[in-house]
């Protein structure tokens, strides 16, 4: 059964459950590394590509930007025709991540929709529109640095990082780093207040 997690709805008991519910529900990350590497044995061995979600996240977007770019448009981008829409592994991993990850939180019974998620208007507040233009913006940044760096967190960091790529490791590498410290500046008055 979908929820709305509003604090204001809800009761701290309440959340506590749902928490502890999650924590039950949640998968074994030993478990789940082994599948991806499996996943990734796979792929190299039938599809002779990497895992990558990033380039079949963009050009499907190519399908988005008809209504304003128009056909013609879209097929004389240098982008989408260097990196045309097409049933590949990448297509298959994209729509597979979304319907695994629909089906695990339907399994788990641990599905709930959320405008404002509990931790973030625990820091920010509660405005649902600071909070989806901040997605958006933060979802821009990260798809323009996937595709400048060539490859995103399966491309380098799952696939890549596997066949010890020098780039990859650069990537991967940065991308936590940046991560903690974004995570420390955002989420440091939280952090603070738990002490």
Same mark, same amino acid.
């Given at each position: 059964?979908?929820l709305d !997690?509003?604090?204001?709805? @809800?009761s ?5 459950? *749902?928490? /502890?519910?999650?924590?039950?529900a949640?998968?074994?990350? @030993? +478990? #789940?590394?082994?599948?991806?590497? #499996?996943?990734s044995?796979i792929?190299?061995g039938? $599809? ?5 979600i ?7 977007s ?5 209504? #304003?770019m ?8 240098? @982008?989408?025709?260097?990196?045309? $829409?097409?049933w590949?592994?990448? !297509?298959? *991993?994209?729509?597979g991540?979304?319907?695994?990850s $629909? *089906?695990s939180v ?6 709930? +929709? ?8 625990q &820091?920010f ?7 989806? #233009? ?13 595709? !400048? ?8 960091g799952?696939?890549?990082?596997? &066949? ?11 991308m ?9 500046? *955002?989420? /440091? ?7």
């Amino acid at each position: 059964m979908p929820l709305d !997690m509003k604090e204001s709805n @809800y009761s701290s008991n309440t959340i506590g459950d *749902l928490d /502890r519910a999650e924590a039950k529900a949640r998968w074994n990350p @030993y +478990l #789940v590394g082994i599948g991806i590497g #499996v996943l990734s044995w796979i792929a190299f061995g039938v $599809l002779d590509e990497p895992l990558g979600i990033s380039t079949a996240l963009s050009s499907a977007s190519s399908v988005c930007a008809l209504p #304003v770019m128009g056909s013609e448009g879209v097929a004389h981008n240098a @982008y989408w025709t260097k990196n045309p $829409l097409k049933w590949n592994g990448g !297509m298959l *991993l994209l729509i597979g991540t979304f319907l695994g990850s $629909l *089906l695990s939180v339907l399994v788990s019974h641990t599905f709930r +929709l959320e405008k404002v998620p509990t931790t973030w208007s625990q &820091q920010f507040g509660g405005s649902t529109v600071k909070r989806f #233009v901040s997605a958006f913006l933060g979802g821009v940044i990260i798809m323009f640095g996937a595709r !400048m760096a060539g490859g995103c967190t399966s491309g380098h960091g799952i696939s890549g990082s596997l &066949q010890l790529a020098l780039s990859s490791w650069t990537f991967f590498l940065t991308m936590f780093a940046s991560g903690i410290a974004t995570a420390l500046i *955002l989420f /440091r008055k939280q952090a603070s207040a738990s002490k």
